[in-house]
Each structure stands twice: as C-alpha cells, then as structure tokens.
C-alpha cells in the first residue's frame, strides 16, 4: 500500500494543503485560490478537497495528516511575551488570547473535527515545529543530497531564523535567532512606516527600493540609523531588535510610530499617498540592510554545515535580491530556493517532515532540476470546462488543433502590442505565475510597463515586471550565473542592451519612465530584472511560445506577470481568467487550444463581475 500523507498550513496566512505519495509530491495549492480572499488563512477545505482528487484517494486512505506548525508552543511563546512586556499589551492580551483558549489551542480536537467532515477522523496526526517544516520543503525537493539550510521568516513558534544540515533523509537543527528578535519582522516593520500592508506589501518595498539613491547622504544616514538604533546586527547574521521602537510582540501594531518619526524625522507614509525621494530612499537602506542580513546568515550556516550548497525558505527568502546577493558573494557553488517559500509551502514541507523524519523513509534525490515539477501542482482544467464557460457566456472563441498556429497567432499580437492572458494546464504552487496562470506583453514597448500596471492590474504604476526568457538565451541578455525557474533571483541586463545609465533623480515617476533598455518594460530602474529561465524540457508550451515571439521579432522574451488583479489571488478556473479577460484591459485570452479576442466578446452585464475588483 502507498504511504499517502496530507499537508496542511493555516489559521495565520496564506493557508494551503499539499499531499505526497511515497515522498513523491503529487499536488499543492493555496486556499486563497479557491476562496478568492487573497492570503486566506482559513482551514483549507477546498485546498483538501483538491489535493485529495488528484491524489485518486478519499481522505479515508490517508496514511497521517501533518500541520505545518506546534500550535502549544506557538500558545506558550504568546503568554510568555505578554508576561514579559506586562503591563503593555492588554488590549493585544484580551483580543488574541480568547481566540486561542476557544479555538486555536485545542487545534488537535479542531484538525479531527474539520478532518472528520471530509471521512478523515481518527487518522494520525503530526506537528513538525513551524521552521522544520520551512526546512523540509527547501531540502527533500532540492536536487542536494547534503546541503546548508537557512529559514528566515516572521516567526514560528519561537523562532525566526534557523540554520540547519540536511543531509540524506535528515535534518538536524544548528543555530535558533528567537522571538522578537526577527529579520522578517524587521522587514515588515519597515512596510508597515512605509504605508504598505504587511504580509503582503513587502513585494511593493522590495521594488521601491531601487529607486533610491545609495550615494545620498540621506540614504546613509537612514543605513546608520537603523544599524545604530533598531537592530543590532552581529557577525554571524544573528540580530538583537530594539524592542524600545517596536510593537508587535504585544501591541497592535508593527511599530511605535511616534518613536519612528521623531528617529528618522519623517511621518509615517499613509497608504495610498504619494510616494515621494525620502521614501525611496528609506526603502532601500533597508533593503540593504537586510540584504546583509541574510548574506551573514548564509555564510555562518555554509561554514557550519561545511557545505558550499544551500536551500531556503521562509517569507524572507522570497526577496529575490537578497537571494540574488547570496549567490554574488561567492559563498555558494549553487543555491536552490522552495518556490512556495512562504507559509503555503509549509504544507508541503510538513508532510515532507513525517515521511523523511517521523516515518524514516528513506530519501533518493530526483534526475532533474528539482522535484517540485515545476511548481505546476495546482489544478487543471478540460476542454469540456471551457466550453462550459463559452456557452455560458455566449463568449466567442476559435479552437487551434496545431498549438504551433496557435503559438504563431499569440507572437504575431504580442508583437502588435497587444496583452494576452495565457491559462495552460496546471496551476501554479506559490505566489509566482510561471506561464501557466499568467499575462503576456511584449517587453520592447516603452508603454508596457505603465499600461499593464494601470489598464491591466490596476496597481501601483512603479511596480516592476519580470522577463521569462529560455535557458539558451539568458547568457546573452544576463549577467546571471544561476538557474532562476522560479523567478527568486534577480539579474542584470547585459551592457549591450542598455540606453542609458541609471537615473536618481526627480520624482519616482521621472526615474520609471525614462528609456533605459531595449527591453523598457521589463529593465527596473538600475536595470535590473526578476528573471524567469524557462526551460524547454520542463515548461515546453511557454518554451514554444517565446521561442515562436522570438522568431517573429529577434526578442527572446516576454514580460510575465500574474494572471490577476490587484487584490485578488491569481485566477483558478477558466471562468475566472475569462472574466478577468472581459474586466480587465487585456486585449486577447488564450485557454488551452482557445483564443478568445476581446473586440469579438458580447457586452457582459456588470453583475457578473461581483467577484473582481480592483480595491
């Protein structure tokens, strides 16, 4: 009999199931997909329900159920902080403790009641610690048979940092940096003053801040501030927070917001209002600070490991150019980082944990890049779903038996111009949409950037987008020695490609909106790039298609951003990507074998729009 073994993460954010057979990974995908509330943290019965039906297995075969964290531990370190900082924190203390005595401490009681709803009671239960599950799934899927292995995060239970050795089928913990004192909540801190949200808005600091000015005394002085009066950065990369400034631990808050503004001379930015120098400025000193940070970290857990090999995860390895800097210092021979980095992935790695250490199975590294195939472990969808959607809608659609006419079409209105919503197969696992779940432009338009930002996702206009680009091609436009098919790295475009040196001054949109590159919508402003490596083996209908664009136009890549709105997750169903087409300013969809175009669609009533929007 199979040894099937259900992973679960919720109950904070980001909540999400995965399931493995005999180790192998068969499906994972985030509740919010499902529930359409971005970074749902509810218990994940539809994410269950999924992973289940593409396992082929009623949860009655289950072998065990694994929950991503210690829910005692997590309980013990509240009450000892609140004890600890007493009497700040009442109002924390009497919002957050009745929630753990009436539901969350009783989690065993509570996992077997919504397990029992799905024919699963009874079935052993396992709670591998918060950051062994990190741990877990940036090792068992690596291509290492031994490895250095560093989580770094908000926290767990009480850690926020971890180091460790993976080695075969084990794992054994090196180094703890404990609660308060965390890289990742130093980090959300900062998105917080900055006006952004936290758990979600730290992608936004990350690409403010290279608008900033390095070279400006106020820069340093923002560097020096930090390092010299909120954190404490110590040789080995541990930290020590200065907990006189910030509010997290018991509060409401991530900050005492007075003591920041009278520290860096400066209100707190509200969300929403215009970004202006200081605030670029501010999000790249700590942008480098944390930079720091993680490289210290990186080389206090090789040397420990004696290993020149190392894997990530947790929401601070989701910094791409943290990751990026790792891998410039020489640290490293090669480095490999869990696509679903985050709290989702620790549904995975929970699972991962009981086969490998509480189950001692033994472990046998996968041929290939990784064993997370591609993080394509969400669901698909058939024909026969799509045509559901067109009849439903009266949409109108033409169907291309020969993907290559298909791909040849695509590259010819790409090449036009035009934005195209590309849905193929199955969804993707994680925050990232790798050209499955993704919207496609044309990344030689000077107006792309701007137009995707506003027209298309209706977010920030100085959000940066990312180039997917097939592995034979990325030496020439790259500066970038290591393999990014998860888009977690960044790179830097090639001398040859570039127009003009980078810009820091004037407004932040008098920096964004000058030629820099070539390739203007996908060359951030110091001519940087999150980078997509695709290769044709493991991505073979993205691989075509770009190398079809590319033999249309002498241009080897595409802009690739996710299939989404802003404030919503990225779409599931084919009808979701089709009302996203209808609502949004993308020209033409392609689902599957379909391409729909948007100039031949029926007028849709705005009722069927409830689920989208762009708050």
């Known amino acids: 009999m199979q040894e099937i073994i259900l992973g679960i993460s919720a109950f904070y954010h980001d909540s999400a199931a995965a399931i493995i057979a005999d180790g192998k990974i068969i499906a994972a995908v985030q509740e919010e997909r499902f529930t359409r ?37 997590k309980f013990e370190r509240l009450l000892e902080t609140y004890h600890a900082f007493a009497p700040r924190g ?136 930090i390092t010299g009066h909120l954190v404490d950065i110590r040789e080995d990369g541990s930290i020590l927070l200065n907990m006189e400034y910030f509010d997290f631990a018991t509060g409401m808050t991530m900050i005492v917001a007075t003591k920041w503004e009278k520290l860096f001379g400066i209100p707190r930015r509200l969300p929403e209002s215009e970004i202006t120098e200081v ?57 490999w980082v869990q696509p679903a980095a985050g709290d989702a992935g620790g549904a995975l790695g929970a699972a991962l944990a009981v086969h490998y250490i509480a189950l001692q199975q033994e472990r046998s590294v996968e041929t290939g890049p990784d064993a997370m195939q591609g993080a394509f472990l969400g669901p698909a969808y058939s024909k026969k779903e799509v045509d559901r959607v ?4 009266n ?36 925050p990232r949409a790798l050209g499955n779940r993704s919207i496609l432009a044309d990344p030689r ?60 001054e004037g407004t932040l949109y008098e920096r964004l909106y000058q030629q820099r590159s070539m390739f203007p919508a996908i060359t951030h402003v110091d001519h940087s790039a999150r980078v997509q490596v695709v290769s044709a083996s493991q991505h073979p209908k993205f691989h075509q298609l770009i190398s079809c664009f590319k033999q249309l136009t002498g241009c080897p890549m595409l802009v690739n951003t996710s299939f989404n709105v802003r404030g919503e997750p990225i779409v599931n169903t084919p009808e979701e990507a089709f009302l996203a087409f209808m609502k949004t300013g993308i020209d033409h969809l392609v689902i599957g074998n379909y391409l729909f175009d948007k100039t031949q669609q029926p007028v849709l009533p705005a009722s069927v729009f409830s689920t989208f929007s762009a708050d």
């Open 395 to 430: 949409a109108v659609a033409g169907y291309y038996t020969d993907f290559n006419e298909l791909t040849a079409l695509v590259s010819a209105r790409l090449a036009e111009g035009k934005v195209v919503g590309w849905f193929q197969d199955r969804m993707e696992f994680g």
């Open 37 to 73: 509330k971005k970074h749902d943290e509810s218990f994940p019965v539809n994410a269950i329900q999924y992973v289940l039906q593409e396992a082929g297995i009623t949860a009655e075969e289950l072998t065990a159920v694994a929950f991503y964290d210690k829910p005692l531990l």
């Open 390 to 393: 067109i009849r439903k809608y």
């Open 445 to 504: 338009n000077r107006e792309m950037q701007q137009q995707l930002n506003l027209r298309v996702k209706f977010r920030e206009g100085f959000r940066p987008f990312a180039p997917a680009i097939p592995e034979e091609d990325l030496p020439a436009y790259f500066d970038m020695k290591i393999a990014s098919p998860y888009m977690l790295f960044v790179g830097s475009l090639k001398d040859e490609w570039k127009l003009s040196p980078v810009k820091k």
């Open 90 to 225: 009442w109002r924390s203390f009497m919002k957050a403790i009745p929630v753990w005595l009436r539901e969350k401490i009783f989690m065993k009681r509570l996992l077997n009641k919504e397990l029992e709803k799905l024919g699963a009671y009874g079935k052993p239960l396992f709670f591998p610690e918060h950051h062994l599950s990190h741990a877990a799934s940036a090792f068992y899927p690596s291509p290492y048979t031994e490895a250095a292995i560093l989580t770094v995060d908000g926290v767990g239970e009480w850690a926020t940092t971890t180091i460790a050795h993976g080695k075969g089928k084990d794992i054994t913990l090196l180094k703890e940096l404990r609660f308060p004192h965390s890289p990742g909540l130093l980090y959300a801190a900062f998105t917080y003053f900055l006006g952004f949200k936290v758990n979600s808005g730290e992608y936004k600091m990350m690409g403010l801040a290279p608008y900033g000015d390095a070279a400006h005394p106020q820069t340093c002085r923002f560097r020096e501030i």
């Open 279 to 335: 605030h670029m400025n501010l999000a790249l000193a700590i942008q480098q600070v944390t930079e720091a940070i993680v490289v210290k970290l990186a080389k206090t857990a090789t040397r420990l490991v004696g290993s020149k090999k190392l894997v990530l995860a947790g929401g601070v390895a989701l910094n791409c150019v943290a990751n990026s800097r790792i891998a410039e210092a020489g640290i490293v021979e090669s480095i």
